[in-house]
């Protein structure tokens, strides 16, 4: 357990993701279209992600949202080419600056992972080695990727984890991973993953097994180092408030599929899509107390059962014969805002 | 006495200085462990048809305190009384007929169930032990109204726990829970595991309750939104102690330890663009329990803290400047330095 005495001085950070400066959309650094990822189970296929569809800017920031078995992960996996194998299988396109990643080669991706794209995981216990001493495991990065001597990597990791205000850093780089609390090992993970520069960090529900009070401390830190070094972000959560804390964009998931997309302060104020409406609605945050939660009726699909029409339309309180017959497309509702809803209709017209 | 009538309500649970420590290991061929007091000194007190949630971080004893109630671990020190037995001065078949009176419902509802047993199968298997609770004949029914009355299918009952989701175990969860006619369920992260749009529906089923059977809930929670909308008092533990305590609003709104401050300006807004407020972040991890700081517990990471913290423990004690406040709209506190102060 670390323990540093140090007081906070009461706290002047404003909350919010730092604006970045926005290029124009002709230049995105990533570009993901129309990605499809299905696990080959013994009996039928399940398509964890279908046709799903977006850009982020450099510098850019994104979160994707949904609840568990909505393809979020499988998602981020099939970003950096994680969830490789005989029987998962990966079509559509991964576009970083001018390289296609879908299909690249595993010592390929390698050479890119850590490099350009970084990736964060919810439990930093299970992904570091744990007979490992933490400065070591930073260093191997650098050691990696970049060819630099035991020593040269040595030094470059100490100065990595000050990067992560890991207090200390000279003394810990020789403790093991067991030594560190959680919020620790999480910033351990932000170095590792913040070493050699990368243009995009994903990070899959970094603070989902933190306590509030650690959970602001890297919410914090994650805006700090992306205001430091404009690196873009794909947070990937069930937490609308974290999305609201870090990210941009929102991209909303429901049963594989991209239910809505947008800004995410359009979104979460205007949203198009009536899942995401019913998600926003049932958020405890948002209502009084003592009365009850407005909630959305039954549970998620099982993506192993193919549904004809939109996923949502058996839980969706506005839902019509053509929802369940026919799969609704993205349709845009306002400029960069769109939803996979028959019924949405342009902001204009109401909604 | 003041001309003030009070109203003899009794509480169903009253917990006087609890202490539990869990003792230490041994250190011929292992490396010596040290004695860990979890909870050292917390007085509770919940009323009939009332939520109190315990909230804290992980280690603050919140959970110990739950297992403590139900019996699942032994305690040090203190009493904990439901209605008018002392658990701790009572023999086991004694204490066996009071415990009827607080169930526990677990957080996950995956490894809660035991995966070969039918949810009528789990929903009768208190009554193995409480057998005058319901006639063996009525029994088949009992377990049909209990599903109807957590929303399930009465139908369902011959379903296996993998057959259902995951809200619908917990909703059997409940339902077995429910089985003995307690007055006072003890809910240990009742929803964290479970989907967003499923905790709505749990937290409703739990509302509903408490209306229809008049229940009383220790919710223990680390999500605080889910908190301020369930219950009626909010008491927060740090490293083993109560920091402060007092009914749901007045402590949301106008806390007066600087760690509740801390605690609730951690929670993240849906809508920080309406967010006027400033962000307190702390600096550091919470203590070890195996060796706290001396004097208050939470001074080596508050931003108040002088000598005198770092010398004495505060006592959970009523400040001056709420005294003119109702009686039941008042907050304590265990701190030198309370946020009152600035207000």
Excluded at chain 1, 187 to 215: F, N, S, Y
Excluded at chain 1, 226 to 248: P, V, Y
Excluded at chain 2, 246 to 253: D, I, Q, S, V, Y
């Amino acid at each position: 357990m670390t323990f540093i005495p140090v007081r906070s001085p009461g706290g002047e950070a404003p909350l919010g993701a730092p604006t970045q400066p926005r290029p124009g959309p002709l230049d995105p650094l990533l570009r993901v279209e129309h990605l499809r990822v299905a696990y080959d189970a013994t009996t039928t296929p399940v398509v964890a992600v279908d046709d799903v569809s977006f850009e982020i800017a450099r510098g850019g920031s994104m979160a994707i949202l949904g609840e568990s078995g909505s393809g979020k992960t499988s998602l981020g996996l099939a970003l950096i080419g994680l969830n490789q194998g005989r029987t998962t299988k990966v079509d559509g396109s991964v576009r970083l600056d001018d390289l296609e990643l879908v299909g690249r080669r595993r010592e390929e991706l390698e050479d890119i992972r850590g490099a350009r794209i970084a990736m964060i995981f919810q439990d930093p216990l299970s992904t570091l080695n744990p007979v490992k001493r933490v400065g070591d495991q930073v260093a191997e990065t650098f050691t990696r990727h970049r060819g630099l001597s035991a020593r040269q990597a040595r030094e470059a990791a100490v100065d990595t984890m000050a990067r992560a205000r890991i207090p200390d850093p000279r003394r810990r780089a020789s403790d093991y991973p067991h030594q560190f609390s959680g919020g620790m090992r999480q910033r351990v993970m932000i170095a590792i993953a913040i070493a050699l520069g990368p243009q995009l960090l994903i990070a899959d529900e970094p603070t989902t097994a933190l306590d509030v009070t650690v959970q602001a401390q890297i919410v914090q830190l994650l805006i700090e180092i992306r205001a430091e070094t404009g690196m873009a972000l794909i947070l990937i959560s069930h937490d609308l408030g974290l999305a609201a804390a870090l990210a941009d964009d929102v991209l909303v998931m429901y049963g594989g599929r991209m239910a809505e997309k947008g800004p995410l302060r359009t979104t979460y104020e205007h949203a198009g899509h009536p899942y995401t409406r019913g998600l926003l609605a049932s958020a405890p945050r948002n209502s009084v107390a003592g009365s009850r939660l407005p909630v959305i009726p039954g549970s998620p699909p099982r993506l192993d059962q193919v549904a004809r029409g939109c996923p949502f339309a058996p839980r969706c309180p506005d839902a019509i014969d053509l929802c369940r017959d026919v799969m609704p497309l993205p349709r845009t509702i306002a400029p960069g805002h769109v939803a996979a809803c028959h019924l949405a209709s342009g902001r204009e017209e109401g909604r | 006495m003041t001309g003030t009538v009070s109203v003899a309500v009794k509480p169903i649970l009253d917990i006087r200085d609890l202490v539990v420590t869990y003792p230490g290991r041994g250190g011929v061929l292992s490396r010596p462990t040290p004695s860990v007091t979890a909870v050292a000194g917390v007085s509770l007190q919940i009323f009939p048809g009332e939520t109190l949630a315990l909230v804290g971080e992980s280690g603050c004893g919140k959970t110990t305190v739950a297992r403590a109630i139900v019996g699942l671990i032994k305690t040090t020190g203190g009493s904990i009384r439901v209605g008018d037995a002392d658990l701790g001065a009572m023999d086991g078949a004694a204490t066996t007929r009071w415990r009827r009176q607080v169930q526990m419902v677990f957080q996950d509802p995956y490894s809660s169930l035991d995966p070969r047993m039918t949810a009528r199968r789990l929903i009768s298997e208190p009554w193995d032990i409480h057998p005058d609770v319901v006639a063996a004949a009525d029994r088949p029914a009992e377990v049909e109204r209990l599903l109807a009355l957590v929303g399930l299918d009465p139908s369902h009952a011959d379903r296996f726990p993998h057959q259902f989701s995951g809200g619908q175990r917990q909703r059997v969860m409940i339902a077995r829970a429910l089985a003995l006619r307690p007055q006072l369920l003890v809910c240990d992260e009742p929803v964290s595991a479970l989907d967003v749009s499923i905790q709505a529906q749990i937290i409703n089923l739990l509302s509903d309750l408490q209306r229809q059977l008049g229940l009383a809930y220790l919710f223990i929670s680390h999500d605080l939104s889910v908190v301020r909308h369930i219950s009626h008092r909010v008491a927060v533990m740090y490293l083993g102690r109560i920091a402060e305590d007092g009914p749901t609003r007045t402590l949301f709104e106008a806390p007066d330890h600087p760690y509740t401050a801390a605690l609730l300006s951690a929670v993240l807004p849906m809508t920080p663009w309406t967010q006027t407020s400033t962000r307190i972040v702390l600096a550091g991890d919470v203590a070890s329990p195996a060796d706290p700081p001396i004097g208050c517990r939470f001074h080596p990471r508050c931003w108040r803290a002088d000598e005198l913290c770092a010398g004495s423990e505060p006592v959970l004690r009523t400040l001056e400047s709420r005294s003119s406040t109702p009686a039941d709209a008042r907050s304590r506190v265990a701190c030198h330095h309370p946020l009152d102060q600035e207000r």
